[in-house]
């Protein structure tokens, strides 16, 4: 996988993209192995809620809150930047002090990072690990990480105790458990940025608490045929979290469930990739069949901005952005749906934007492509503003996905400004997705672009 030095400028950001602290991360004290290691009961409630059809039952009545919280919005810090580290370094590998990854994330200390070798596979190690502020990195190239069966605490490979952990450039495969939710990644912990990996081929990719304040920053990052087929574990599955950011990323192929499942809060889901490999195509996994290529059950202020969102001809579900079809349970109920490109490869049609009918507010759905056939959006009150539907949009190569608009195409300087969100947030996309799991700042070229890219004039 590559990744574009651009896709690392955070400082090209948004400011308020960046109105999501994981600061607040650091809180101590609230490390508790024997809680953590005692049953599966968490991953167990999140998982039966999770029926695409039905309400949720557990899933939304999180834990009480920490004071330490800090709401979405606060001004912010740069959840890009990794925490500053003690010092302390616990190196994994052939000829290094730990073997094998969790030797050294059970012996870190709070602060300290771990780096992991990439000349090895570890197979079959496991393991929950609790110290505050962990940084977990891999080093000389991306380590592969293969559960290969095991499980630690009946969760999955990882399982994050501690709060504020950061994880960078590993490759986690093969977490399988009893309750069918075996996850590569189960935060326990408060708050979590994940960058730079690969995650596929588990049962859930990330499973997280319900904690209602944890901050979730996951960037630059492939997740790829996660699921176990049963509709209820998915490419990842945040919970009733504060918030989740989720940019540059590229989720694809779920097994049966959804490429994207939050009930955070507010969710920031923006310069992404969402899409699946169609019949008799290779990709970097198995190709899945998803029903949602992002579900966000419980509604909750969630800004969908710049993103490819493809459904496969070969899906379980039709609808392509489901909003609010369980709940109204979070306490925003608006959605902005802004410069995304929407490919439908479902011939039979389907919906792009489904908003649940207890959502009163209307969704802000503007400057976006619609290709293919399909119903944009189910919401009657729903305020649509320059979009632009067709059944074969003038893409510069739509097989390849250069989705920039070709030359004299309808859509190029077709869009409309959509200034601010209610929170003041500013809509417009500030940056675009490079494939794989990169961005680049979108030009400015003449007025803005209907999509996810803007053609710069020849
Ligand atoms: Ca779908
Ligand atoms: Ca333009």
Redesign the pocket.
């Known amino acids: 996988m590559k990744h574009h030095i651009l896709a690392l400028k955070k400082e090209l950001l948004l400011p308020a993209l960046l109105g999501f602290s994981v600061a607040a991360c650091g809180g101590g004290g609230q490390v508790q192995p024997g809680a953590a290691n005692s049953d599966g009961a968490g991953s167990d409630a999140l998982a039966k809620a999770d029926v695409s059809d039905s309400l949720g039952t557990n899933a939304g009545t999180g834990k009480t809150g920490k004071s330490s919280a800090s709401p979405a919005g606060t001004p912010a810090t740069n959840p890009a930047s990794t925490p500053a580290a003690t010092g302390t370094v616990l190196a994994v590998g052939p000829g290094k002090k730990y073997a094998a990854p969790c030797q050294a994330l059970v012996a870190a200390p709070n602060g300290a990072t771990v780096e992991i070798d990439a000349s090895v596979t570890y197979s079959g190690d496991v393991c929950a690990f609790y110290a505050n502020n962990l940084t977990i990195r891999g080093v000389n190239g991306r380590p592969k990480i293969d559960a290969a069966g095991r499980n630690a605490a009946g969760k999955g490979t990882w399982v994050v105790g501690g709060n504020g952990t950061v994880i960078e450039n590993v490759e986690l495969f093969g977490a399988k458990v009893p309750d069918r939710n075996g996850a590569a990644i189960r935060l326990d912990g408060v708050g979590l940025t994940l960058r730079n990996s690969f995650i596929h081929d588990n049962e859930n990719g990330i499973l997280t608490n319900n904690d209602g304040i944890s901050d979730i920053v996951i960037e630059h990052t492939e997740f790829g045929h996660n699921g176990y087929g049963d509709g209820r574990s998915h490419n990842l599955y945040v919970g009733s979290v504060n918030s989740l950011t989720f940019r540059y990323n590229f989720s694809h192929d779920a097994n049966v469930g959804h490429n994207l499942k939050s009930r955070a809060k507010t969710n920031l889901i923006a310069y992404n990739r969402f899409s699946s490999t169609a019949a008799g195509e290779t990709g970097s996994t198995a190709s899945g069949q998803?029903?949602?290529?992002i579900d966000l059950p419980d509604a909750g202020t969630s800004y969908v901005i710049g993103n490819v969102i493809e459904?496969p001809a070969a899906?379980q579900?039709?609808?392509?952005l489901a909003y609010g079809e369980e709940s109204t349970s979070n306490p925003g109920k608006d959605l902005y749906v802004i410069n995304n490109t929407f490919l439908n490869d479902y011939g039979s049609g389907?919906t792009f934007i489904y908003v649940g009918d207890a959502v009163a507010t209307p969704a802000a759905i503007q400057n976006n492509v619609f290709a293919g056939t399909g119903t944009v959006v189910n919401q009657a009150a729903a305020v649509q503003t320059t979009n632009y539907k067709a059944a074969n949009p003038a893409f510069v190569d739509r097989k390849n996905y250069d989705l920039h608009p070709a030359p004299g195409a309808p859509f190029i300087n077709a869009g409309s400004q959509p200034g601010n969100a209610a929170s003041g947030m500013p809509l417009a996309p500030a940056m675009q997705y490079v494939h794989v799991a990169g961005g680049q700042p979108r030009p400015a070229s003449g007025n803005i672009d209907i999509g996810a890219y803007e053609a710069v004039a020849p």
Do not use: C, F, I
């Open positions: 998803p029903s949602y290529e459904q899906n579900n039709s609808t392509m389907g």
